[in-house]
């Protein structure tokens, strides 16, 4: 089911009564959503990302999704609910190497119940399939950016993530490449009704999403639909 995400005077430190890297008095942001999220290195887009995923540990205020503040949530809650609900997408892929696509993007089923796990196997394939990621016995290690990319997403729908996070997910692609990830990216969120929350300096990938919003120096300066 998708979610919506309330906000309510979020604030983001770095450590435990250190510097505040964001600061978000408000936010709404509707169920099945696409947000793009822009602004300079070190505006803290990141940051806010990671806090909506339950992510951060020094994190004050309200993030709810749906009726659920993951902000107020014990690390294994969190977990639990990020298992349940999103699918990450990270700049770096954080791909295991010495596996395969296939292994790879059904990684996560290992921590899921026995009764899901092959459930999310074929969700895992499926999505390559879609993704027109390469099949075999190749390991990721011998895979271009784009091709590893597009496994980093199909990782993130093999578990019908009602919310998709993207931390620059076309960074260092080609043209080209870029394009067809982002076509993919909301395809995929458009099809499962999800919430997209993407950050990106990519222009092509903001000018698709529904809504732009601008942070700078942590706090949100504009959004543009």
Known sequence: ???????????????????????????SIAAGEAVGVRGPSGAGKSSLLFALAGLSPFVEGEVRWGTENIAAMRPARAAAFRRSHVGMIFQDHLLFEELGPDANAAIAGAFAPRAERAARRERASAALRRLAVPEGARKVETFSGGERQRVAVARALAGAPSILLADEPTASLPREASVKLTQDLLHAARERGATLIAVSH??????????????????????VR
């Open 1 to 27: 089911m998708p979610l919506s995400l309330e906000i309510n005077d979020l604030v983001v430190r770095g450590r435990r009564g250190g510097r505040e890297l964001v600061h978000v008095p408000h936010l």
């Open 202 to 223: 990519d222009l092509a990938l903001l000018d698709a999403m529904d809504r732009v919003i601008t942070i700078e120096h942590g706090r949100i300066l504009e959004t």
